[in-house]
């Protein structure tokens, strides 16, 4: 039995082995190769001392489980000692400036709560809430309540495409409509604080808010 | 088999029962075979409205524990062969039914009916569910108030989450005055905020609560523009293309008077 053997690569280190592990194809072909391998064609690097070993997973997000699996394979073998994994951790909340999708409709009751950005495509109702860590954004009418920053982050700001909102929150600063803002007219809004205190502007001032935005000048 | 649609609207008094009466009624009327279904256990009303109080000899919960055959518990009116009532029961309360028996019965009348219509109780917890569990569609009732929009939606919401298709809506009670010198919400704007299918509108008519003492649906009287809005409503259902009532008669009249003398 031959197999091609490219999702699997040994190398000799110093001190050591590292095994490259391709992080394109799928996981069952490189357990079957590294098996392969292991148990075939690289048997003269099974016999002798004892081997330490780093294993490199490139950029493929596996769960523990898989992990295990190819620590198996390896444990299996007397000799090597598995020094490191690496791999690429789980995706995790670092990606924080990213803005995250989500359509539908908020309705009276229903809360939708975003660790992050959020954009959201539909209106938000009356009774309804759409709270989050950092920034939203609606495309769409904004009629029940939004909490931006929730957590204490005060630069957050709301957008909405018709912000007509029960109530506004950012970070720990509640407003409401009118009395507070007057009657504006209708165009793309969004709300921030300044010094503490709830500020609505057109939403293309917000450039000047938010100065490490890419800013399109024209062509 | 039928089709069992569920009257609801979160918000009591916006006219669910009135509504259910008066649709079944007149789906009766266009000769459809058709059972209406109160849910509303402990405070039941349908059979006031519809004129068969003194009928009832079984009732909801009689069927759902056993104590006697579906067929017992109907009611069958006094105006029309095929429309038939199963009543609440007036002694017990919401929690003596399972949203599971309700739609075991449901599913038994839809063998035999084309249409069942359920009367749901206002509010969002048992009484609900049982009205919901065996539906298959829904007409929301609200009238043109904030507050009775925002029981709406939330029902809609609620709607959304379970199996039933996509609701429909009635707007009850509507006061053209009203609205004209903006006292009352524009269909419009409740159409904006609520995002579903309207599928009539029903003016505020005195008439109705006459009707409502005497036991007599509205919808027998053609008199009555109400009835007019409800027969409408049993056409929409029944797949007629019927455009909407004009609501505000007078000055429609005037506006075509005005364009045929090219005013307009």
Redesign the interface.
């Known amino acids: 039995m031959t197999v091609q053997s490219k999702h699997v690569r040994i190398k000799g280190i110093k001190d050591g082995l590292v095994f490259l592990l391709d992080d394109k194809c799928p996981f069952e072909d490189l357990l079957s190769e590294l098996r392969y391998k292991l148990e075939h064609s690289h048997q003269n690097i099974l016999t002798g001392p004892i081997v330490h070993v780093d294993i490199k997973l490139g950029s493929r997000s596996v769960s523990e489980e898989e992990k295990e699996a190819v620590l198996d394979i390896l444990k299996s073998q007397g000799n090597l000692l598995i020094r490191s994994v690496e791999a690429l951790e789980e995706p995790g909340d670092k990606d924080t400036d990213a803005l995250f999708m989500v359509s539908g409709?908020i309705?009276?009751?229903?809360v939708l709560h975003h660790e992050g950005n959020l954009l959201f495509l539909g209106?938000v109702?009356?009774?309804?809430s759409i709270t989050c860590t950092g920034d939203i954004y609606i495309l769409g009418?904004l009629?029940g309540m939004a909490h931006a920053g929730v957590g204490g982050n005060e630069e957050s700001i709301i957008a909405a495409s018709l912000l007509s909102p029960t109530q506004l929150r950012i970070a720990d600063v509640i407003s409401r409509p009118p009395d507070e803002w007057g009657t504006r007219e209708s165009s793309m809004e969004f709300a921030y604080l300044s010094s503490g205190a709830m500020q609505i502007d057109k939403i293309h001032n917000i450039v000047k808010l938010r100065q490490g935005l890419n800013v399109f000048k024209g062509v | 088999m039928g089709e069992a649609i569920v009257v609801t609207s979160g918000k009591g008094g916006v006219g669910k029962t009135t509504t259910t009466a008066n649709i079944g009624t007149a789906l009766a009327l266009q000769g459809k075979k058709v059972c209406l279904v109160d849910t509303d256990i402990g405070l039941r009303n349908l059979d006031v409205v519809m004129g068969l109080e003194n009928r009832i000899i079984y009732d909801l919960v009689d069927v759902a524990e056993g104590r006697c055959r579906l067929n017992q518990a109907l009611v069958k009116d006094k105006r029309f062969d095929e429309l038939y009532m199963l009543p609440a029961a007036q002694t017990k309360d919401k929690t003596s039914v399972t949203p599971e028996q309700v739609k075991d019965i449901i599913l038994e009348l839809k063998k035999e009916y084309e249409y069942i219509l359920i009367d749901c109780p206002a509010g969002i917890e048992h009484g609900f569910r049982n009205a919901i569990a065996g539906a298959d569609k829904a007409i929301v009732v609200t009238t043109p108030e904030?507050a009775a929009v925002?029981?709406a939606?939330?029902i809609?919401?609620?709607l959304?989450q379970s199996h039933v298709e996509s609701p429909k809506l009635v707007v009850n009670r509507i006061r053209p005055g009203l609205i004209k010198t903006g006292d009352m919400l524009d269909i419009e704007d409740i159409l904006?905020?609520?995002?579903i299918d309207l599928i009539g509108i029903v003016p505020d008519d005195e008439l109705v609560i006459k009707a409502a003492n005497s036991g007599e649906p509205t919808v027998m009287n053609p008199d009555s523009a109400a009835a007019i809005a409800y027969r409408n409503i049993a056409r929409r259902i029944l797949g007629d293309a019927v455009p909407l009532m004009q609501l505000d008669k007078k000055p429609g009249a005037f506006k075509k008077l005005k364009k045929f003398f090219g005013m307009g």
């Open positions: 409709m309705r009276s009751g229903q209106d109702n009356p009774g309804g009418a009629r | 904030h925002r029981d939606d939330r809609i919401g609620l959304e904006q905020v609520l995002n």
